[in-house]
């Protein structure tokens, strides 16, 4: 069953900061958010994760809501290599089954 | 450090045969997970395994079995091919199963097609 709601698609012009939303719920307390894309034909790539804090790496930030029920992955300056389905994924701690969902399908336009 | 491989990339089979996929994980890496992505059903775990155990499977018919070696490289089975086989076969690979977050690193996948 999913845990997550994301929007279908979403269109962000290219440099310009990409937020993409995600609704969790029902998530429990030692449960972790987990961000991936997948661009066409290529494996899954993790982006980040987090569990209450929000997170910053060199590819994303994630923001996670005090109460845990949603968060926002931005890409701060969308380039066209960004375009892809990318994955909001509810999970435990070391739990490597990952329920994908139908995620959201980013398009940058230049 | 070289990424997850998968072979072979891409195979033809028939209703009825049976198909073996391999999946050499990233060195170092003890858990390997396999993953069906098609068009209808998106990506679906199929089943994880570490340490040559399986740790975790999904809702996959016994069709689907797989198993892990003693160096972590891994292989998945799948007998009398249904054309609702057809699909996108990813493996990914996280160092270990206990940690307090995993990062999987997936495979090209082997694009399997089912006549």
């Known amino acids: 069953d999913a845990k997550t709601t994301q929007p279908t698609s979403m269109d962000c012009a290219e440099g310009r900061a990409a937020n993409l939303p995600c609704n969790h719920s029902t998530i429990s307390g030692n449960e972790y958010v987990y961000w991936y894309r997948q661009i066409h034909s290529q494996g899954p790539q993790y982006i980040i994760h987090?569990?209450?804090n929000n997170e910053t790496n060199e590819m994303a930030s994630l923001i996670i809501t005090e109460d845990r029920k949603s968060s926002t992955l931005i890409l701060p300056h969308a380039t066209l290599r960004d375009t892809a389905v990318y994955y909001c994924?509810?999970?435990?701690?070391?739990?490597?089954?990952?329920?994908f969902g139908t995620g959201t399908r980013l398009t940058v336009i230049p | 450090k070289a990424g997850v491989t998968q072979t072979p990339r891409y195979l033809i089979k028939t209703r009825g045969q049976q198909v073996t996929l391999s999946c050499s994980p990233i060195s170092g890496h003890r858990s390997v997970s396999w993953y069906q992505q098609t068009p209808g059903q998106g990506l679906q775990f199929l089943f994880e395994y570490f340490s040559e155990t399986q740790r975790n499977k999904g809702n996959f018919p016994g069709r689907f079995s797989g198993r892990q070696f003693s160096n972590s490289r891994s292989e998945m089975n799948v007998s009398t091919l249904e054309l609702g086989d057809s699909a996108l076969y990813l493996c990914?690979?996280?160092?270990?199963?206990?940690?307090?977050?995993?990062?999987?690193?997936f495979g090209p996948g082997t694009r399997l097609t089912v006549l």
């Open positions: 990914a690979s996280s160092l270990a199963w206990s940690v307090a977050y995993n990062e999987q690193f």
């Open positions: 987090g569990l209450k």
């Open positions: 994924i509810v999970n435990g701690a070391g739990a490597n089954n990952l329920f």
